[in-house]
């Protein structure tokens, strides 16, 4: 299946750009098609919000109209979710930058990246398992789980509107969350919410040694963490197709100069870090014309749905 997000794999430095796909309109002049991606997102909520297996529970029992609007009722629901929406609904561009750092749809966007471009299905939903009606799980924003190769993929996204300030705060997380006593308290919740939402035989044994390991070491090894930034960037006016309508090669060079030296930049960010050597650190960088207007629009279809 074809998505509307093109994906640039620089694997020998572990990092990967996206951006939205782009088209030519009748006048022949690129653009990108955000429209039919904000869609394509939205298309993901049940599943991002729900959990897979309930999702489909509740598609195959009334429909999947009822699970779409379960799913969005529930990250409606949650506190910051609700007040970003009532923010944005009414702001401006000039308006603070208060909302738009960390939030659900960046979780949303890396649950739909770990999903559906590399494949690695969601272990638990943090929006399902709310420590309270009116607040977040705190931990990691993404837990996934190859089960093939027993590994978990472990995310943190950053909604920035400048790249250097979601790169300190992505590397403030790996200094926060990867460590022995973070992991210890994660885990722990981690196992407990498998018990909750699968039986057994649906967990495997693999995933619960993994989970339950009594070592630091063991988890790491086994582990692709995931650091997800969002934000605004001029490199996609750069953007243009050859004369097969595919990805010109300039476009490609520009874009693989970008990645490798944000990854130095953040690699610097991170160079004290005891265990970067142990375990597979994964940048994700996402430019965008907008991050404002882009999640002004997630919000307004948000709001629309509940109407």
Same mark, same amino acid.
């Given at each position: 299946?074809?998505?509307?997000?093109?994906?640039?794999?620089?694997?020998?430095?572990?990092?990967?750009?996206?951006?939205?796909?782009?088209?030519?309109n009748d006048e022949g002049r690129e653009y990108q098609k955000i429209d039919e991606?904000?869609?394509?997102?939205?298309?993901?909520?049940?599943?991002?919000?729900?959990?897979?297996?309930?999702?489909?529970?509740?598609?195959?029992?009334?429909?999947?109209?009822?699970?779409?609007?379960?799913?969005?009722?529930?990250?409606?629901?949650?506190?910051?979710?609700?007040?970003?929406?009532?923010?944005?609904?009414?702001?401006?561009?000039?308006?603070?930058?208060?909302?738009?750092?960390?939030?659900?749809?960046?979780?949303?966007?890396?649950?739909?990246?770990l999903e559906r471009q590399f494949n690695k299905p969601q272990l638990i939903s943090?929006?399902?398992?709310?420590?309270?009606?009116?607040?977040?799980?705190?931990?990691?924003?993404?837990?996934?789980?190859?089960?093939?190769?027993?590994?978990?993929?472990?995310?943190?996204?950053?909604?920035?509107?400048?790249?250097?300030?979601?790169?300190?705060?992505?590397?403030?997380?790996?200094?926060?969350?990867?460590?022995?006593?973070?992991?210890?308290?994660?885990?722990?919740?981690?196992?407990?919410?498998?018990?909750?939402?699968?039986?057994?035989?649906?967990?495997?044994?693999?995933?619960?040694?993994?989970?339950?390991?009594?070592? #630091?070491?063991?988890? *790491?090894?086994?582990?692709?963490?995931?650091?997800?930034?969002? +934000? $605004?960037? &001029? /490199?996609? =006016?750069?953007?243009?197709?050859?004369?097969?309508?595919?990805?010109?090669?300039? #476009?490609?060079?520009? *874009?693989?100069?970008?990645?490798?030296?944000?990854?130095?930049? +953040? $690699?610097? &960010? /991170?160079? =004290?870090?005891?265990?970067?050597?142990?375990?597979?650190?994964?940048?994700?960088? #996402?430019?965008?014309?907008?991050?404002?207007?882009?999640?002004?629009?997630?919000?307004?279809?948000?709001?629309?749905?509940?109407?």
């Amino acid at each position: 299946m074809n998505y509307l997000t093109n994906k640039y794999e620089y694997e020998s430095i572990q990092t990967y750009c996206f951006h939205i796909v782009f088209d030519i309109n009748d006048e022949g002049r690129e653009y990108q098609k955000i429209d039919e991606w904000n869609e394509e997102i939205f298309n993901e909520i049940p599943f991002f919000a729900l959990g897979r297996k309930r999702a489909l529970e509740i598609s195959s029992e009334s429909g999947p109209r009822k699970a779409t609007r379960d799913g969005m009722e529930l990250l409606y629901k949650v506190k910051e979710i609700k007040e970003a929406n009532e923010y944005f609904i009414s702001a401006d561009e000039d308006a603070e930058d208060r909302y738009l750092k960390r939030g659900e749809f960046g979780e949303l966007i890396l649950y739909y990246l770990l999903e559906r471009q590399f494949n690695k299905p969601q272990l638990i939903s943090k929006i399902y398992f709310k420590d309270s009606p009116s607040g977040m799980v705190h931990g990691f924003d993404a837990v996934h789980y190859d089960r093939e190769k027993n590994e978990l993929w472990i995310g943190e996204s950053k909604f920035y509107k400048s790249l250097s300030n979601a790169l300190q705060d992505l590397a403030n997380d790996l200094f926060g969350h990867f460590n022995v006593n973070f992991f210890d308290s994660e885990f722990a919740i981690i196992n407990n919410r498998l018990s909750d939402y699968y039986d057994d035989k649906e967990v495997g044994d693999e995933i619960r040694k993994l989970i339950k390991s009594s070592t #630091f070491i063991q988890r *790491l090894s086994n582990i692709n963490a995931c650091f997800f930034a969002l +934000f $605004d960037s &001029k /490199i996609l =006016d750069n953007f243009k197709f050859n004369d097969s309508g595919n990805t010109h090669n300039d #476009f490609k060079d520009i *874009l693989e100069k970008f990645a490798k030296d944000t990854r130095k930049k +953040f $690699d610097q &960010k /991170i160079k =004290d870090f005891g265990n970067k050597d142990r375990l597979k650190i994964n940048l994700f960088l #996402f430019p965008v014309e907008s991050k404002f207007k882009l999640v002004k629009q997630l919000h307004e279809k948000l709001k629309r749905e509940q109407n």
